[in-house]
């Protein structure tokens, strides 16, 4: 059993020596420790929501009140999805600016059998849809025991 210290630093070489059985994770701690590691300092803004619309269905929501489609970027890299403004130099002379238009980048890290289908901006709501794609031999089946010659699968959805 594998105990840390209450304010302890988890390297993902511990985990590798934790968890020696297992196989091809190392790219999902390199992301996870790789995005802990950014978000040193936390920032509420923009808002967001993640909402689960279905069983495979996924949406983000952020409040980006003030941004055109021009203004933002949403770039998806190695399982990294990250939605950032792209603010110029206001060339107005402003006497009161109570409308937040500061720059920002609010990163998410994707599991790999999620994808992104698409992205939309409507009345300062960006909302990104993402869908969970679940290939057919890793969906659950049940195995009928004692075939040697030719397997048996049953898909049990």
């Known amino acids: 059993m594998l105990h840390l210290a209450r304010y302890s ?3 993902p070489s511990d985990f590798e020596r934790a968890l020696g059985i297992t196989v091809g994770f ?20 923009p808002p967001y929501n993640i909402r689960k619309d279905e069983e495979d269905k996924y949406t983000i929501e952020m409040a980006v ?24 130099k206001d060339e107005k002379d402003y006497l009161h ?12 890290t994707l599991s790999d059998d999620m994808i992104v289908k698409g992205a939309d901006l409507v009345n300062g709501m960006l909302t990104i849809d993402l869908e969970k794609i679940v290939p057919e031999e890793k969906k659950s089946r049940l195995i009928e025991i004692g075939q040697t010659v030719e397997s048996k699968v049953k898909k049990l959805n």
Do not use: C, N, W, Y
């Open 9 to 11: 630093s988890i390297t």
């Open 65 to 88: 009140a003030g941004f055109s489609q021009d203004d933002l970027e949403v770039e998806l890299k190695e399982g990294v999805l990250t939605i950032r403004s792209k603010t110029d």
């Open 97 to 108: 600016r109570g409308i937040a238009r500061r720059a920002f980048s609010r990163s998410f």
């Open 26 to 45: 190392d790219s999902m701690f390199d992301r996870l420790f790789g995005d802990i590691q950014r978000s040193e300092a936390p920032s509420s803004f």
